[in-house]
């Protein structure tokens, strides 16, 4: 590599370093550009051509903070390796929805359906969540919406502690990003994962507890209600007593 080619990764990783900078909340950072793009370089090159500032709106700063957090932790999940789950999944299953969300929806890990499109609860069992939703006046661009595990467990089977291990500091990433007031855990498997506990859905569901300083709200796997449409009005019962807690805190 030659001195101008090497002068230019320079820049051009700096660039990088400077316009996350940007994106963190820093308003007076100078992006200068890079050899070449402006049609001269080194000490021919006008003052106006190489600095060019870049001002962020102070009301974006912070939601372009949250974008670029988000979207690194993404990242991180795409490329983990770190338990078998990695072999046999199509894609992962990062998330979705707003990262300003208020209340953020936790399930136990994709499906079939999950794992081939690379988005959460988009199954049968996601459209009935849709509808959960529509119930307490909320849409899916409203909340955020994930799972335990990122990857498809195969066969659907129940996630194992090892995988759970290997996944729950990437939830944590994201709460830590969306900060939550409330999350609403959908099922058996997700409520007994966060609340590192035994105890059944029925136990559990329609009361608060705590999960890292953040209400969370056990409710009805909406892929349990589509073989138990008898336990639908609990799962109302549940969403209403969700509404009313983020009404009151607002």
């Known amino acids: 590599m030659n001195d101008i080619s090497e002068l230019r990764e320079i820049v051009r990783l700096t660039r990088q370093y400077l316009e996350r900078l940007v994106g963190d909340g820093f308003s007076h950072v100078l992006l200068g550009a890079t050899p070449g793009e402006s049609g001269k370089s080194g000490p021919h090159a006008e003052p106006s051509e190489v600095i060019q ?92 919406i994930t799972n335990v595990l990122k990857c498809r467990p195969p066969g659907n089977r129940d996630p194992q502690p090892d995988e759970v291990a290997c996944c729950e500091p990437y939830l944590l990433a994201q709460l830590d990003i969306i900060k939550p007031r409330l999350i609403c855990a959908l099922g058996r498997h997700a409520a007994q994962t966060l609340l590192k506990t035994e105890e059944g859905i029925n136990r559990l569901r329609g009361r608060f507890h705590d999960y890292h300083g953040i209400k969370i709200l056990p409710t009805y796997h909406p892929a349990y209600l589509l073989y138990s449409p008898g336990d639908k009005d609990k799962a109302k019962d549940d969403l209403s007593k969700l509404r009313a807690y983020l009404d009151e805190s607002s």
Not at 95 to 121: C, H, K, N, T, W
Not at 125 to 134: D, E, F, N, S
Request: aromatic share 6%.
């Open 53 to 144: 500032p870049i001002t962020v709106k102070p009301q974006l700063r912070k939601e372009n903070g949250m974008e670029r957090a988000m979207e690194e932790i993404r990242n991180r999940v795409d490329g983990c390796r770190k338990c078998g789950l990695a072999k046999t999944r199509k894609k992962t299953v990062f998330g979705s929805g707003s990262p300003r969300a208020s209340v953020l929806f936790i399930g136990e890990a994709p499906g079939a359906e999950e794992d081939r499109q690379g988005l959460p609860f988009v199954g049968r069992a996601g459209q009935l969540l849709t509808k959960m939703l529509a119930f307490i006046g909320l849409k899916r661009e409203d909340v955020y």
